[in-house]
């Protein structure tokens, strides 16, 4: 480098090529010249070689062109470019700039071409000035115990990671380990797919100790100029390569050789640079310089350079750059071998301490943690791959992010809570900090282990004998492990802060929760580190300073509080949530524990054992407490654990109940925390304890009888003997006496007393009858009195018991207080008295009873008798002796009787007084009712022995039943019996005496038979249930009877009578009567009896209602009628009745058949016939009498004389037969020859007699199917793909003759092809009891054509196949499809402009455009396109289409006019879209659209740069105004234009004062510079004031930076970057700050005033938007009101609701009143050309002028209208010609008639005469739904003139006048005649038949008018309530907004803005600076809008950057 110059200035010659040399004079001239390096690059065949150049300092670019022509041998004319190796164009105006001493340039076709060979470029490196300042640091890998080579490939990671920082997509970083020895020696790559680097940059790598801060100045930076990162979480900034050292250092520390290899992302050119050790040691060795060296530069995938068989591998590395925009790799060579086994044994080991070092830039700020969801976002785009190729083996790939036990992995996955907070240090240092706890869970500390750190290691040097309680979890380590920048920093911890270390004294929580939290703090770079990036150099000392502050932040926010109390209460509440320490074992249920406040009663879970620290405490275990006042001892009863556990349970608490002990001595149970369990006592010391404190309680009692009457146990006594007096003592266990309890050690000692009970023991329970207590009086002993009362017999007990003075409690803590029993029993004494027990009534004269005594002692008590008694009876009335007395428990006097006189049944009372000698008290009377004894016997009256009486009567007997005593006596079944002997079947008398012992004795009448003379009975009278009651018998002399006893019937014939006797038959001619029958009766003795009136009505017959009593008193009765049929047998009854007998006579009388009178015929068997088949059955014919009975007429000979006659009969098959048995005619054979069916008689004749007989004759078996209702099959059925059929598909099931089959339940099916789909869908359907299935109507889908499809029947499992029906599918001209979109598709969109024309049209299935068509179905959304697929996207513009012009194109078009183009450059979508129904949008192709810049408009930079504080020292630094700046051309939207663009930008430095001369200068004294302007940028480096400048001190400058581009024609907006000019340096740094502060406040104040701007923008257009809403109301409702509708002020909703519901309801009951409706079926429109048939394109509103002209046009109704000729032909193709077509093309219109012309009978506008009947146009009577003007074409041929009058009188006479003037029309009437133009009337051709004769042919009734009416006020109500609500809604908005600007949040924002206005005026001050104006703060610091990622319109781009605001925070300004 033999052009250097002398001087040392700038940056020490180690610039990389760059700068010039300062020289010595002032001008910094020389005699110098500058040596060139030359590569020709422009053809391949060019030299590989460089040339080089010597350039004179004082020549120009036109000298060094020519230089170069002359050196290279090229012609001065030929054209090329000479670049630096960075592509930059050698020009006029930078040659001076550029073309530098070792300058390395190319000669090139053009700027862009390829590099066609490779080129090397000289490079200096020399090391920075720093290696000198900053070498103290001590030395690089002085690690701790750590192999070091990780963090040295972490070195290399930080720069891929600064490299990678403004990538969009992923951060690749790759480390490959190359140690496949078939590819080469091993290597280690580094890859990174970041902006790579120039050459210039790459010679800055290369510069040791040049770090991102001094990159500045004469050095072009791979960071650009460095501008600290905005602060982000974690201080993720990936802006950590730093130094200028790590990586070279780590490159050396790896290997021998580096292979630097770089693109950067806008270059064509790879850069590659080769560092080595070889290579230093070789220049050394021949005494070159070091530090200089070549950089090649090459195209990509180009490993031509790469020859050595060492480095193989790089080929393959260097072919894989093809696919990369930009990258850096790193390759090192040379590897150490210890590193290459380090890292091929420990891959897992290192690849894992990488993955702790940046695992918050793989994972985010969060870290990894496995319950959240990783989306792609800021914080995990970082992919940082490790691959290790080893020669036969597969590769080792692994991805960081996968790695999942990294230590930051583990402490973050097993941590149950954090604490974050932050520290503040003195400066801008900001540490945030997080700890977490790891819980002791179950039987283990979750505290992840170190593999690097075990925590249960011991130091060597502790003492093994000695025991060492551990730090637990944790162990040694420190609590905090650091990261700078986002980035571990190894060698550095935090043992911990005073606020977070265990305290002295038991805390909130266990000292061991302490040693459960570990932490991260994360630094931003305010605090040093060391080079190489292992240790802080002063963080724990900043962090310790006492003015450092600690805050705690709490969901995202500071909080100002006491860090260690609020640190120490989440201890505390961890350790109780998260810690489960306690093992709860022997689960024994939930409770509730009532003694506990209400809220903590429960559940509380019981256990019988814990197990604690490796300790099991039990149920009944010995324990002592800790910490209680006082201390207990006791035995454990359970363990409390609050919460509804089932089972064993882990948990760091709960609590124990204890039962105090000895029990005896404390009667407690105390509930302590288990906590407070002394863990250290040993169970014997509690046991001895207890046994001491046992030994003083009281043990016995001591009992004596001082006075005698001792009670012995278990001895029996008498009632009332006494009990002595006692005297008691009460003993301990040594035998001394005591009257109190010991002394306790927590309260004074208890007085004991002594209680006396006595208890009787009873079946009922115990029952205290005598309770003393006796007290001790110290003197006196316990003393009792002596005791007498007891009497009551039973068992007893004496008990004396100590008790408690206060409570009376015989226990003492579970033990029994001393007590002593004596058991005895106490009997009864002798009988003194008696009573009665319980008696046995009833008691009876003359039946013994029982007498039961009960005797008692004195006391009452029941006693036994001991020695006889003779006991002595008293009663008044009655004699009494008694049988024995009994002795013993139960005495009873046995067998008592009394007798007497008791007079009544009922018995009567009596007092039975009982004596009984030698008791105290011996007299009783006892109260008994006697009741009469037993029956005895009985007593009957009459007392005669012998009583006579008449056969036929009955005979009372009176009957008494008596006792011994003869009292009447009575008893259950007391049945007394009388029976009669001496004749048969005489009746029995019976009567019951059982409750009145007396009774009549009577029955029913002795009626002895075929007595004629006297006869003696004999009547025994007993009462059987009583054998030894002994019977009565009576004597009874019978009489015979008198009254009437046998009658018998005579039939007289002349004079003889002949007996009819009972039931005999007699036969008589049927029909006759039997005349002269009498009768006659007698009695007992045979004697006739007179009939006698009395006699006479009480003779009966059953043949008559009514007698001849005349009659009867001669004998006679009434004569009897013969039944006319001879089945027919009559019974004949005659009878008579009286009191005594009941006779009666009866005979048959039998009908014999008449003389032959009929014949008769009878159908045997079914009476239908099917036709083709016989009858089934047969018919029988007979001959009748008269009355139809059958004679016996027929015999075999009679059959052919029979004659059978009938319409349609068959006489084939008949055949007859005569049946013998019958006596009938057989004919069977009847068959009918096919016809209609119906009912068919048949005639029978035989001699002279004739009958009829009718058969049904029914249709025959099915054999066909055919449609009902069906049009000709032969024709194909027009049908609208998708419609429904005209008529219901109904089928009849037919026999072979076409007759319905009336079969029900056969299977009708549908065969159709697939493609051919009906709904509802083809279900089986069976036939109704007529035959018939209703298909129903069906809708049809199926392709365009002809189809076709047949029914089919399945009957008797034989298949009936039916007609075929033809259906023509014709395309739905009303189904939208698809969207047709035109537009200019030639035309460009630029940003901001307004979009071409859209045209949008809805086409239907037939390929016509659908009109009629609501504009707001039709939209359009338009979305910038993402990677998230073609979908829009929620936020999608969307917009509605623009009103028709007059100038459109016919109905059925939309435009889309006037629609903004984004303002933000990009690639959009755009979709139209119609919405067919509420659910289903029919959406266009989506067309892709490039949204290109707008015209340039002004000179931007690309990153706002600082502004500058300069002075005019010799440092460069100082004197530099812009280190690196891209200035790019603009549009009005911020979008990069102008790439195309080539010009100069110059920079002019201008003072604020125009007339200001004495303003700074360039280097070189120049006042501007020129700088080239390629690729829509220009690129200013190095900008730097001259040395010893002029200007004036502390004054704000400004450099204007003026694009001139020749190309264009207007001129740009310039941009203006002010600086401060100072001539001190100190002030300079001073100013320099000030500056920076002043920056950040302008763009703080731009960010606020935008926020208002915007958000009164949104308020004014919120404010025009209400008044639209009102506005638009106010119209509404004046609409309305032509409509009488008035909306009220108040609940005007429910009022528009209401009214709208009614309306509707009643439009929709108008639409459902019956009208007039053509039922001709229509043509299907199969296109837009067809119009439809004529019947169905016109409405008439009057009947009779629809009725006549519809049959006026009756021939024209069926004609289907096209608009075009070829239209109808298709349809006249598809019909076959059977419809008749009319095509509007083909009328001839000038004939047609003028709509507007008047009638006839107005001539020149006036009235010729005055017509009757009301003549009107038929013409005018029409309506037309639709297309008008075509229908007025066709009725305007079709009718004419016609006019149409009321009748024929007036049509005549209208016809008469108007032939007088001109011709007259054809006239109709509404009556419905017709006057043919001709004059011609009358006949039936010209005569309309009535409405139902025209089959439905005629026109339809149009909707009423009174609908349309409602139809119109309805759509005003919707727009109405529409109105209202989007009034409402806007202004909810406006309050909402007026409500939100004064919020106090906006009003804090806007007092800062007016802090921050003033904090800038001020500093402006200091500065010396213009005020910032508002007008022009914009023009010089240019904000820069983001745009939102869919375009905007201006209205909406408000809203949104209002809402945006909304959100913006403090910290965001």
């Avoid at 900053?134 to 690690?143: D, V």
């Amino acid at each position: 480098m033999a052009a250097a110059g002398g001087g040392g200035g700038g940056g020490g010659g180690g610039g990389g090529g760059g700068g010039p040399s300062a020289g010595t004079g002032e001008d910094g001239g020389g005699d110098g010249c500058r040596t060139v390096y030359l590569f020709d690059r422009r053809e391949k065949e060019s030299e590989l070689g460089d040339r080089v150049l010597q350039v004179e300092e004082r020549s120009d670019y036109t000298r060094f062109r020519a230089s170069v022509c002359q050196t290279l041998g090229i012609s001065p004319e030929e054209k090329f470019v000479i670049t630096t190796t960075s592509r930059k164009e050698i020009t006029c105006d930078n040659f001076d700039d550029t073309v530098k001493d070792g300058v390395t340039l190319y000669l090139l076709q053009s700027v862009n071409q390829l590099l066609l060979t490779a080129t090397k470029e000289r490079i200096d490196f020399l090391p920075h000035y720093d290696t000198l300042v900053k070498s103290g640091m001590y030395e690089y890998y002085a690690s701790e115990g750590q192999n070091p080579l990780p963090f040295a490939l972490a070195e290399l990671i930080d720069n891929s990671l600064s490299a990678t920082s403004r990538n969009t997509g992923i951060r690749r970083i790759q480390i490959k380990l190359l140690f496949d020895e078939t590819q080469g020696k091993p290597a280690v790559a580094v890859i990174d797919n970041g902006r790579g680097m120039t050459s210039k940059q790459l010679n800055n790598w290369a510069v040791y100790r040049l770090s991102k801060f001094t990159r500045q100045g004469d050095f072009e930076s791979d960071h650009s100029g460095y501008v600290r990162p905005v602060p982000v979480p974690r201080s993720l900034n990936s802006d950590i390569s730093y130094f200028g050292v790590g990586g070279k250092q780590a490159v050396f520390f790896v290997g021998q050789s580096a292979r630097m290899i770089s693109k950067p992302a806008d270059s064509q050119d790879v850069h590659e640079l080769v560092l080595s050790k070889e290579d230093f040691e070789k220049k050394e060795k021949n005494k070159e310089a070091i530090y200089s060296g070549y950089i090649r530069n090459r195209k990509a995938s180009d490993s031509v350079h790469i020859t050595n068989d060492d480095e193989r591998f790089l080929h393959h590395l260097i072919v894989e750059e093809k696919e990369k925009d930009s990258f850096t790799a790193v390759v090192i060579t040379g590897v150490q071998p210890e590193h290459i086994q380090y890292l091929k044994n420990y891959f897992l080991l290192w690849t894992r301490q990488l993955a702790h070092i940046y695992h918050y830039y793989i994972h985010g700020p969060k870290g990894n943690e496995k319950h959240t969801s990783k989306e792609v976002g800021p914080f995990n785009n970082i992919d940082i791959e490790i691959s290790m190729f080893e020669k036969g083996k597969a590769p080792k790939i692994v991805n960081l992010r996968e790695i999942e036990d990294d230590m930051q992995t583990l402490y973050i996955n097993t941590a149950a809570d954090s604490f974050e907070f932050k520290a503040h240090v003195e400066g801008d240092g900001v540490v945030e900090g997080i700890i977490r706890y790891h819980p002791f869970l179950y039987d283990r500390e979750t505290y992840p282990d170190d593999p690097c750190f075990p925590s249960k290691l011991k130091d060597e040097d502790d003492d093994d004998d000695c025991f060492i309680l551990e730090k637990a979890a944790r162990g040694k380590r420190p609590i905090f492990e650091c990261f700078w920048n986002g980035r571990l920093i190894p060698y550095t911890s935090v043992e911990d802060f005073d606020w977070c270390t265990p305290p002295k004294k038991r805390g909130l929580a266990p000292i061991e929760c302490y040693n459960r939290i570990s932490g991260a703090l994360f630094t931003n770079d305010k605090f040093q580190v060391s080079t190489n990036k292992l240790t802080f150099m002063d963080l724990e000392l900043k962090l310790k300073d006492k003015n450092t502050l600690f805050t705690r932040i709490l969901n995202g926010q500071e909080q100002r509080m006491k860090i260690d109390r609020e640190f120490a209460l989440w201890l505390k509440d961890c350790h109780e949530k998260y810690d489960k320490q306690i093992k709860f074992t022997s689960f024994k249920g939930v409770i509730t524990r009532p003694d506990l406040p209400s809220k903590k009663q429960g559940p509380w879970a019981t256990y019988s054992a814990i197990e604690w620290d490796g300790k099991i405490y039990k149920a009944g275990q010995l324990v002592k407490t800790i910490k209680t006042l006082p201390l207990f001892y006791g035995s454990i009863v359970k363990f409390f654990l609050y919460g509804d556990h089932d089972g064993e349970v882990y948990a760091t608490g709960g609590e124990v109940q204890i039962a105090m002990e000895p029990q005896a001595l404390y009667d407690e149970v105390k509930t302590v925390p288990i906590a407070k369990l002394d863990r250290t006592v040993a169970e014997k010391a509690v046991k001895k304890y207890v046994e001491d404190e046992m030994a003083r309680l009281p043990d016995r009692l001591s009992v004596t009888w001082p006075e005698g009457d001792e009670l012995l146990p278990n001895e029996i006594r008498p009632a009332g003997t006494p009990i002595g007096a006692l005297r008691i003592e009460i003993l301990n266990k040594k035998g001394e006496a005591m009257q109190k309890l010991p002394g306790t050690s927590h309260g004074g000692s208890k007085k004991l007393l002594v209680e006396l009970k006595v208890i009787l023991h009873s079946s009922n329970g115990n029952k205290e009858i005598i309770s003393h207590i006796s007290q001790h009086g110290g003197k006196w002993p316990y003393w009792f009195k002596k005791m007498e009362n007891i009497q009551k017999l039973g068992n007893y007990t004496l008990k004396l018991q100590v008790v408690l003075n206060e409570s009376n409690a015989d226990t003492y803590a579970g033990r029994p207080l001393p007590s002593k029993a004596i058991k005895f029993s106490v009997k009864e004494g002798k009988p003194e008295k008696f009573s009665f027990g319980l008696m046995d009534p009833p008691f009876r004269v003359g039946v013994p009873f029982n007498i039961p005594l009960e005797f008692q002692d004195e006391f009452g008590h029941t006693s036994q008798l001991g020695n006889d008694i003779q006991p002595v009876f008293e009663a008044s009335g009655l004699s009494l002796h008694y049988e024995e007395i009994t002795k013993g428990p139960n005495c009873v006097i046995r067998g008592v009787t009394a007798k007497g006189l008791v007079n009544s049944c009922q018995g009567k009372n009596f007092n039975l007084k009982v004596i009984l000698p030698g008791l105290k008290e011996d007299t009783q009377i006892l109260k008994i009712r006697l009741l009469p004894g037993p029956p005895h016997r009985l007593k009957v009256k009459p007392d005669s022995e012998i009583l006579v009486i008449e056969n036929g009567t009955a005979f009372p007997f009176q009957v008494e039943v008596l006792d011994e005593s003869d009292n009447v006596t009575t008893q259950p079944k007391l049945i007394v019996h009388c029976k009669f002997l001496g004749a048969p079947n005489l009746p029995v008398y019976v009567v019951d005496c059982s409750s009145s012992g007396t009774s009549i004795l009577t029955g029913s009448a002795i009626q002895v038979q075929n007595i004629k003379k006297d006869q003696t009975l004999k009547a025994k009278i007993e009462i059987p249930s009583c054998k030894d009651v002994a019977p009565v018998e009576k004597t009874i002399k019978l009489l015979p009877s008198s009254h009437v006893a046998r009658l018998q019937i005579f039939s007289v014939e002349g004079q003889k009578a002949i007996q009819i006797k009972h039931q005999d038959e007699v036969n008589w001619i049927a029909g006759d009567t039997m005349h002269n029958l009498i009768f006659q009766m007698y009695d007992e003795g045979e004697r006739e009896i007179h009939i006698t009136s009395t006699l006479a009505d009480k003779i009966k017959v059953n043949w008559t209602p009514e007698i001849n009593k005349e009659h009867l008193l001669q004998g006679l009765l009434p004569d009897v009628q013969v039944p006319t049929s001879v089945k027919d047998m009559r019974y004949c009854q005659v009878s008579f009745q009286d009191d005594h007998v009941s006779l009666e006579s009866a005979f048959t009388v039998r009908p014999l058949p008449d003389e032959p009178k009929h014949l008769k015929c009878e159908l045997k068997g079914g009476k239908t016939v099917q036709m083709g088949q016989e009858l089934q059955g047969e018919i029988v014919v007979i001959v009748t009498d008269q009355y139809g009975n059958q004679i016996q007429a027929f015999s075999p000979s009679s059959l052919s004389a029979l004659g059978i006659a009938g319409i349609g009969l068959d006489s084939s098959h008949l055949k007859t037969t005569f049946q013998e048995n019958t006596q009938s005619i057989s004919v069977k054979g009847i068959k009918f020859i096919p016809g209609p069916p119906g009912n068919k008689d048949l005639c029978f004749t035989w001699r002279e007699f004739s009958d009829f007989i009718r058969v049904q004759l029914i249709s025959g078996p099915p054999a066909k199917v055919l449609l009902i209702d069906w049009p000709e099959l032969k024709e194909s059925i027009p049908v609208i793909n998708g419609r429904e059929l005209q008529n219901p598909l109904i089928v009849q099931l037919c026999d072979q003759w076409d007759n319905p089959a009336p079969v029900s339940q056969v299977k009708i099916s549908l065969i159709k092809a697939n493609n051919l789909k009906l709904t509802p869908s083809n279900q089986q359907h069976k036939t109704d009891e007529r035959g018939r299935a209703n298909l129903g109507v069906f809708s049809v889908y199926a392709p365009r054509g002809e189809h076709m499809m047949h029914v089919r029947a399945i009957y008797n499992k034989n298949i009936i196949e039916g007609p075929i029906i033809k259906l023509m599918i014709l395309p739905d001209p009303e189904k939208p499809i698809r969207l047709n979109v035109k537009y200019d598709k030639d035309a460009s969109f630029l940003a901001g402009g307004i979009f071409t024309d859209f045209m949008i049209t809805v086409i239907s299935e037939d390929d016509s455009i659908i009109k009629n068509i609501n504009p707001a179905r039709i939209s359009m959304k338009m979305w910038q396109l993402s990677n998230s697929g073609n979908r829009p996207p929620a936020n999608a513009e969307t917009f509605s289409c623009n009103k028709i012009k007059d100038n459109d194109k016919e109905d059925g078009c939309f435009y889309f006019r006037d629609k903004a183009i984004p303002n933000k450059v990009g690639t959009y979508c755009i979709q139209f879209g119609f919405m067919m129904d509420k659910a289903n949008i029919l959406n266009s192709e989506q067309i892709i659209v490039d949204v290109l810049p707008n015209q340039p408009v002004k000179l931007v930079p690309k990153i706002q740069p600082a502004t500058p504080a300069v002075s005019n020292v010799r440092s460069v630094a100082s004197r530099t105004l812009v280190r690196d700046l891209h200035l790019t051309i603009t549009d009005d939207y911020n979008n990069h234009t102008g790439i195309d663009l080539v010009g100069t930008v110059v920079a002019t430095i201008k003072g604020s004062n125009e007339e200001d001369t004495d303003t700074p200068l360039f280097i070189g004294k120049v006042r501007t510079l020129e700088f080239p302007f390629v690729k829509g940028s220009a690129e200013i480096t190095n900008l730097v004031l001259a040395e010893n400048s002029p200007g004036r001190d502390s004054t704000e400058y400004f450099i204007v930076f003026e694009p001139q581009l020749p190309a264009l024609s207007r001129t740009l907006e310039s941009y203006i970057l002010p600086f401060m000019f100072y001539n001190d340096v100190k002030k300079q740094q001073q100013m320099a700050a000030l500056t920076k502060e002043k920056d950040q406040l302008s763009k703080n104040i731009i960010m606020y005033r935008s926020l208002f701007e915007a958000s009164n923008q949104l308020l004014d257009e919120m404010k025009c938007r209400v008044e639209e809403a009102k506005l638009k109301e106010a119209q509404l409702q004046n609409e309305l009101k032509t409509h009488n509708i008035d909306i009220p002020t108040t609940q005007q909703m429910p009022h528009i609701e209401a009214l709208l519901k009614r309306k509707l309801s009643e439009q929709e009951e108008l639409r459902k009143k019956p009208r007039r409706s053509c039922t001709l079926p229509n043509y299907t429109k199969g296109s837009g050309d067809v119009l439809g048939k004529i019947a169905h394109l016109a409405q008439i509103e009057d009947d009779r002028a629809a009725m006549v002209i519809s049959w006026h046009l009756a021939s024209d109704m069926d004609c289907v209208v096209t608009l075009t000729t070829d239209a109808a032909r298709r349809i006249y193709d598809e019909t076959q010609g059977r419809q008749q077509v009319l095509p509007l093309d083909s009328i001839y219109k000038k004939t047609l008639p003028d709509w507007k012309r008047p009638l006839p009978h107005y001539r020149n506008g006036k009235l010729y005469f005055k017509p009757i009947g009301d003549p009107v146009f038929a013409r005018d009577l029409l309506t037309f739904p639709d297309n008008v003007e075509h229908c007025e074409t066709v009725f305007g041929m079709l009718l004419g003139d016609t006019i149409i009058l009321d009748n024929l009188d007036a049509a005549n006479h209208y016809r008469k006048e108007v032939v007088k003037i001109t011709h007259c029309p054809t006239l109709l009437t509404r009556d419905g005649d017709r006057i043919r133009s001709n004059g011609k009337f009358g006949g039936l051709q010209n005569k309309a038949p009535p409405m139902d004769k025209l089959r439905g042919m005629v026109f339809g009734a149009p909707i009423p008018k009174q609908c349309l009416v409602l139809g119109e006020q309805i759509d005003l109500l919707q727009q109405y309530r529409t109105a209202v609500n989007k009034s409402n809604s806007v202004i909810e908005d406006l309050n909402r907004q007026l409500e939100y600007l004064h919020t106090p949040d906006m009003k804090k924002k806007k007092q800062e803005l007016d802090e921050q206005e003033k904090n800038l005026k001020l500093i402006e001050q200091k500065l010396g600076m213009t005020p910032t104006r508002k007008c022009n703060d914009s023009l010089r610091h240019p904000a820069k809008v983001e745009m939102t990622d869919c375009p905007i319109p201006p209205k909406r781009m408000r809203r949104e950057a209002s809402r945006q605001n909304r959100i913006i925070t403090k910290s965001d300004v």
